[in-house]
């Protein structure tokens, strides 16, 4: 940069872009910051302090952890003077950084009943106010930590909305946690049809302007065969027959480490299918509260051995990752069923027509690719480096988002992962074939 | 009763007694219910939800719970016409009693965030109120089981106590849960001295009229050789030198059960002792938050295997709770530290002069007798049969009280019982010898 | 002693006397030895090694354990010069005596496949002959010392034996480890009765010239109430009729922790009761190998929890300790059903006839008593100190011993222990009453 | 085949083909055989019978496994009039094949004392013969499973060696297993090298004439970038280094999932390295015994989450399956140092001279990919199908063979898989860079 000669009026254009980027991440800033606020509006203090499961967090933490991200790698990092909030949040809502230092165990975050959900909301606005303060003085590098941080928060929407989810389970009054949003979510069945797609060499990965997360790099060129991909998700339907010929009591559809997984369980159906005795499962439990089994929904909350087996029992099997992307590339993301407010959201029914249908939102789709290095994938340097690179071992790339995923925070280089085991997400099942 | 013939005056001299006793009985009823009530009031919804350990249960539990012991057990038997205030709150909020139904798993409590506080409070008084309304009614019997009502809900306020210090101390913030109450907890220390008490035949166990729990019946003969008895509990001072001797670290001085726990706990000092480097155990955790340690208060916050670990070091022996009860029978036991209000409670130093000193109140003190049938032993009919009698394995007997047990509450006879492990209550330890 | 005046008459006199005794210790040392021997023969050198579970040990440990104790308790601490046959082996092969040093982890004994069982044969015979050498130059001290590894050798008889069943069930073969000795099992069905003991004050541990263990003494005086004890032990008859009529499946037979118990293993029958689906449990399985389930003979393999719970099905209760060895005080042990060779051995029905039949042998009799210290108790000193005082806690008494226990090894005042827990022992259950 | 028309010469040149293809099986058949039981011959009936953790099993097992393979798969399924030699077997050992009925559950293999290692290699002669018995009339479908079968008794050859080693370790005794070959196992120490290796793309997998394991088929294109490999593998010297530098201490060279492994089972060194207090690691346990720790020998014995760490604190990462398979190309595999008899085996220092040194033979190299289905995988039919498809989850691919695998079983194709924990087979670390 420093050999260059720019005339004043470059000078200015670069920094009216500069400007202009500024504003643009304060508004997605103060949108994204809003949300989540908002989404704790429903719980109680007590909703927002319990912790369900280890793998869960309650929402104040998610609340609060969201925040100590800016504080920690923003404010205390690059605005001088800055006097963090309180000097115990680091241990109590630092996550798993170990470069940030010591913290409270994980599966102890549900003992956390002070600070109160009221005080956590105060160090939200104390944290946005300083951001905002110190927004036109921020150089670029620092824009990046804060469109990270707001990236990363998108990420604890959709925890936060999972883990009350799984929470609201657990109590035997099964209440509702969001108002019901208007859509209908039954509609005609459709066969599942075969979409052909062209092998070759690609070149997948993130690599253009847009924010994306370490792991989405670099671009990368993989040989793929020819494949076919299921036009659509499968459907509660779909997985009833599967219930019915047997499908959880049969071994030979079933990795070993699934089959394990059944029996240790008892496991008989998806997470959150509500069994009646002589009736099966005609109910489930949602974000609104119990609610009727929709048959042409696509299946939701199951695990990857679920998927596997599903996929096995259907004589097709799960994408790779390269699969599904490489097939996603064409697609816009924006349209589908997204988080946009504090509502209840559930996957919907796939729509009429040909061609790939649910890529983006619905639901998050298992891949048969284990969540590993792209080739030459370097993580960031610092803390913000332990953001994905040292979970790249024993999980699954799930891709596409899903209905509790922020709109707009989705790509087709999104790569998300789970355990095998895990399905208190909004995970789904679309089937893969060799040509 | 039907076969005497009764002259008016002695009728009606019967009826004022009963009526008598149906005023006080609702006295105690409305004390002892505005009593657990005023205990949550520093609670916030989270605090009052939280469950620490499967041993512990949430503030709003016991609220409730308590409630629906005089719900299911006088309410819903002996009021016609009665309808319970929300048919889920059985599974909810039963304890462990099997002839009353199913339940929710114990270490799931504190999953139920849902109903809150709030509703927890206004279902107490719903059952309030109609307890209090149909008082005038009540047969005897029927007043027999809310005096039980009272007396359980006596051992909850406790317990809600017990188990918000330990959540309390699962927080880094170390929040205090009630006001320091104007107690000095220092006092001039006093060596201890050893009382001598005869042997001889002695009856035990509760006979007369006041009211007991079944696991104290019958009255029963025991022969007792004659023994000393210290004068007064194991201070924290004390304590410290058997730490400072190797106490936790020679096996010598524990049982077999406790030198394992021990070393798989990595115990080093009682409960709520506050280790800092180089200082050894300045300040322990209360009520009121982090204090600094009071070295002439009896020792607070261990378990079994401490208690007959420090007697062995000290050249002693834990006392039976037969020579306790016998030593205890000629005293007093309402004046002593107990819980009057929801204020901060705390052991206190024990005042000078001659005789045994600290019987009732400060802490429960350690027996070396298991919790056993006395000899004659039958527990109550129905449900309420299940209170003490089921858990007669395993546990070893407490006597005398706390300073978190409720005035009024105790008795010489009165048994409380504990597995050797267990130390989250106000236990405390007194000494004895064979002569 | 210093202050008498003997004559040479009476010198000469208590010098055969301690000859006399010198050589009737080296005979039982010699018997006790060869029975254990024997006991190893029909074993092979992996049955010998195996552990199958925590609670029991392999039989080459028992075997190489026993030996231990000789050599460190008796030839290391009083023989000069003797030089212990290998270094390694304490720590392989000491139990849990803390004050003789470091040992192998209980549960990884069955990993010590070396020594070989013939190794540890050798070093029997070493040992043996070594304390066969110095017998001529023992103190009264030491002859004690060989006195209590006798017995503490009869112990471990009994616990090879125990180990070695729990061991071959684990085997889907069921292996005999024993061949059946001429005993029929079968008998005439007798209805139970009640005996009637008078209360009084009674003096009861061992306080005579015979051998005894620290526990059991000292003698101490117990006031004890009229009782009815049951004539005889509880038949597998009367099992299956409390099988029959739910006592597996009703809470309410059952203590707290027992019906815990009970699901979580889904207990549904004795231990070694083999079921066949359509006919019950028609076999169990014995040291002999499965085998018809004998209805006269007393049910066996049943832990606390169960005898407990059959009592209260029963409408009676466990006896006492001191009710039983009060009972028991008028009967001469060695005639019962007890181990003499290496023969497979099992409990027999009672005998007819008026009386208390069946208390010495047969099985164990699981008592409602925690074994804890008697009055004035005081453990031996040094190491063997360790040999009871410290398991007193959470367990229960069990009286009478059984027909694994060698003959002559039982009184009255005998104490057992065991877990409520546990049933891999013979052990059975006598009913008690209040009068 | 039906249709083709062939002269007699050509008739009799395929016969001579498919009876010197006869021969030479049955040789192998024959080697294979002898070898197992030659590996078995130093144990002793107890060595042979014990399990020193679930995921190991007893050599008796392996030796009586192996013999069901081909008894089970071979015999029963093809040779009419086959008796079992005993119908128990199957479920005893029966590893893992649902398709082949209930079988004992893993961790209780240990407990099988009986039968004996004595009944076992009866059962196996018994076995051998009736393969060979047989061979005269096998099809080309059951030659090809015995020849699986071979394969399959090779893997266990490998593992038999791998679980004594670790059972031993488990014996203060630290026994040797094996007489020591005489190899030299020190070396002069030369300094890694990097080794350019061409990318573009590559056809990998197994497609040719000879066996392979399901997994390593099809052929199938993959597309590499250039990359550079270690000459050779790190070595004991280098980990020391490693070791000092702390890392086993800085959690930033870990994964999450590593640097929780490392911290609850507290490790501070590879597998079987023996501590001395001042001296570091000095020795090292082996199939003869302690050991002194060879600078130059490569590190064996380590888990992947150390082999990841170890890459990362060098700055380079682990190679991938295919980058390795790539390279390996045009190695030979059946000169490296591999298992030929019954001695004890360990990986030997790199030979000098350019090029890549140690591929196949010394140790199993583990890479970065995780075990998951070459694209067009289709396991085998019928129960053999069960071999490797279903462990697709959790586990990473290991290449090139050990020194206890036994020679002739490897090829550039060969995928092994463990979990990231693993690290009780002959495991080391190759590492890698981008270009």
Redesign the interface.
Known sequence: MEDLNLTTAETKAIGNSIERSRTALMSQFVRVRALTTALAMPL???????Q?MPDASPA?WHLAHTTWFFESFVLQEFVSGYVPYDT?FS??FNS?Y??KGER?ARH?R????????EEVLQYREHVDAAIVAAAASMSNEVMELVKLGCNHEQQHQELLITDVLH?FY????L?AAYSTEPLNNEGRPQPMAWVKIDGG?KVLGHGGEGFSFDCERPR????L?PYLLADRLVTNHEWLAFINSGGYEK??Y??????AWVQQNQIRAPLYWIYSEGEGWPHRFGLAGPEKLALTAPVSHIC??EA?AYARWAGA?LPTEAEWENAAAGYVPEQGVFLDDALSVRPMPASAGDGLKQLFGDLWEWT???F??H??FRPEAGAVGEYNG?????Q?VLKGGSCATPRNHIRASYRNFFY?HQRWQFTGVRLAK?I
């Open positions: 109680s203090d007590a909703d927002a302090s319990a369900s104040k115990a241990y109590l798993y170990e470069g409270i102890m549900g003992l956390l009943t002070r600070p109160s959900l929470l657990q109590n035997p009054l209440p060499m990368h060129s993989v040989w065969p071994s030979e079933w990795l070993s480490d699934g089959w990857f051995y596997d099997r048969g690719s284990a590993l290095p080739p030459g040292k979970f790249m071992s024993g699954f095998p060799d």
